[in-house]
């Protein structure tokens, strides 16, 4: 039997490579497709001249505020358009918003509209070269265009209408709040607010009155959907029967506070405006942990230094405070309050610690151990004055002057205010004793200046009075004025200083502590001399004789003085040789001068004429202490 052929099903074929075209193939492509871009452009043409139309007619399928136009001349259009705008003048549109209503005419919002440049915008769209002008008339007539005419409108009629009809549709959202009824709380379910779009329907108010159709037109409402329903308040809810349940505690060291279930409540503040959390915070919260802060904090105590009767020097150490931490205890007493068990209530108030400014250590480091220098001044005068003294005394006590540092007597006590407890008292203000806020306060100055006089120590400003005092020590007064007149003196010891004051019934001690350098002070005091004569001041007085003056104050000359210092220090070396001058100008001489005309007497039986006799009295008067 012969044997058979096996033929594969699959016959394979290799495919012949593409061969390159050659330049012809190129050239008559490009011919080819050079020949379909002047059809298709041929036909464009065509397609264009044959929709061109006229171009003083508008493009069919064109629209104006609703209206078609389409086919009509410029002032065809403009005609129809101004006719139907008169016929719809009057004519309300109808606004929605749900059931309500609003009908409004355009008058009612003093609405323009420019139906000329309209028609205008219209015509351009259909000018141009024919076989363009064509194609986009052909667009025009299958799509079509309306085109809004440009419109005026009297703002302020407009925004009073959208403030009206917000006002009838708008419904604010509410979230989910709880709420108390006693104590027991309640969820008050959220509600989704509708509010106007009041830029979205301005246009649409706007777009509707200057349109030539009168159809129902919807106002635009966004929906204000809430953040937090009655679903998120369940937990808080239940957070809010368990913190009203029974009363707890609050404990800070051995002191402890009962705190019932109204004063939580009081304290507590429940879900609200979108927050789904509970607190303890709000007014009242703050009113309560302002109260139990008062006694709570303790403020920290500086180190001080006591004197002994022998003038030895102490340091009485500082003593740290503490402040309630307010943040802290409120989450302290809200975690409490969500404690179920009423014997695991309690909450442990937080307080921080502040310390002092001044420690122990840096007091004793100090090194203040005795008496540098002291003075002392009597006073007396008025009540006002005396309680300046003391005033403006305690200001200064205790004032703590750095080695090298200049202490500044306006610095240290700042300006003379009611506001710190300064009353008016005889002051000398130009030359002149008057009254004025803070009289008495260079009974302090000079007793400073004279502390620190004896002290030894260089004085960088110091200015004498204008006045000559005699109760104050020759040459050695010392004025202020806050703030331009100002004593000062540099502590050059080395060592801390420290400034204190002792008020007494009459009279004021200033004196200097620290460590002792044992300066040596001499003291020249130049004669007080007279350089000139008071001022005189004459005030007419019609209850006294023309001719007739009574003094009624003395004054006082004008006078200077000088007072040379030298400081020696330890073992006798001069370190400072200073002269303080002072001139004091003189106090004003008041004289009283008669205006009444004096009488005269006349005798006929003599001839002869009695005259009086002019008088002059002088009355002495005290002037107050300044």
């Not at 060592?495 to 004196?511: E, I, K, M, N």
């Not at 007085?541 to 006078?559: H, I, K, N, T, Y």
């Amino acid at each position: 039997m012969p044997a058979r052929r096996k033929y594969s099903l699959v016959r394979s074929r290799r495919r012949p490579k593409r061969r390159p075209r050659t330049a012809a193939q190129r050239r008559v492509l490009v011919q080819r497709t050079a020949i379909l871009v002047a059809l298709g452009a041929l036909a464009a043409v065509v397609l264009g001249l044959a929709f061109a139309g006229s171009p003083s007619r508008l493009a069919n399928g064109v629209r104006i505020a609703g209206v078609d136009v389409g086919g009509q001349t410029a002032r065809q259009a403009r005609t129809t358009l101004e006719r139907r705008s008169a016929e719809l003048a009057a004519v309300p549109v109808t606004f929605l918003v749900g059931s309500r209503t609003w009908r409004l005419e355009p008058r009612h919002l003093g609405i323009r509209v420019d139906w000329g440049a309209a028609v205008d915008t219209v015509r351009r769209q259909g000018e141009g070269f024919g076989p363009l002008r064509g194609l986009r008339r052909l667009d025009l007539r299958f799509f079509g265009a309306d085109v809004a005419p440009p419109t005026q409108v009297y703002d302020a009629a407009l925004q009073r209408k959208l403030d009206e009809i917000a006002a009838a549709v708008n419904v604010p959202r509410r979230e989910a709040t709880i709420v108390l009824h006693g104590l027991t709380p309640t969820i008050v379910p959220s509600r989704t607010g509708h509010i106007l779009d009041r830029h979205a329907a301005a246009a649409t108010i706007v777009r509707a009155l200057a349109s030539l159709k009168r159809d129902p037109v919807g106002l635009p409402i966004e929906v204000d959907t809430p953040k937090v329903n009655v679903n998120d308040l369940r937990v808080p809810q239940a957070q809010v029967r368990t913190a009203l349940a029974s009363s707890l505690h609050l404990t800070l060291g051995a002191t402890r506070w009962n705190l019932r279930p109204p004063r939580i409540a009081r304290i507590l503040q429940l879900p609200a405006d979108g927050r789904p959390d509970l607190r303890i915070s709000g007014a009242s919260a703050s009113k309560w942990f302002t109260a139990l802060a008062r006694r709570v904090d303790r403020p920290a105590k500086n180190a001080d230094w006591a004197i002994g009767s022998t003038g030895a020097v102490r340091v009485i150490p500082d003593r740290p405070g503490y402040v309630l931490d307010v943040p802290r205890s409120a989450t302290a007493v809200l975690q409490a309050a969500l404690v179920t068990e009423p014997t695991l209530r309690s909450a442990k108030l937080i307080v921080e610690r502040v310390d002092a400014d001044r420690t122990t250590a840096e007091a004793k480091a100090m090194n203040i151990k005795g008496l540098v220098a002291s003075y002392q001044t009597f006073y007396g005068g008025e009540a006002n004055r005396i309680h300046n003294v003391q005033v403006v005394a305690r200001l200064v006590d205790k004032h703590v002057i750095a080695p090298g540092e200049t202490f500044s007597f306006n610095g240290t006590t700042g300006a003379r205010t009611a506001d710190k407890g300064f009353r008016e008292a005889p002051v000398i203000i130009n030359g002149e004793l008057k009254t004025g806020l803070g009289g008495g306060v260079c009974q302090v100055s000079t007793t400073v200046f004279n502390a620190a006089y004896e002290a030894g120590l260089p004085i960088v400003s110091r200015t004498n009075h204008a006045l000559y005092i005699s109760h104050y020590p020759q040459g050695r007064d010392a004025t202020v004025n806050y703030p331009d007149t100002d004593l000062k003196f540099t502590n050059d010891t080395g060592h801390y200083l420290l400034l204190r004051t002792w008020v007494g019934s009459s009279s004021l001690t200033v004196a200097l502590y620290g460590t002792p350098v044992h300066r040596r002070v001499v003291s020249n005091v130049a004669p007080l001399v007279d350089t000139g004569p008071p001022p005189v001041k004459k005030v007419p007085d019609p209850a006294l004789a023309a001719g007739q003056m009574v003094v009624e104050e003395s004054g006082s000359p004008s006078r200077s003085t000088s007072v040379e210092r030298k400081v020696y220090d330890a073992d006798g070396k001069l370190l400072y040789d200073t002269t303080f001058y002072s001139s004091y100008r003189g106090e004003v001489r008041v004289i009283r001068v008669g205006t009444e005309p004096k009488p005269t007497e006349t005798t006929t039986t003599t001839g002869t004429t009695t005259t009086t006799t002019t008088k002059t009295t002088t009355k002495t008067t005290t002037a107050p202490r300044p």
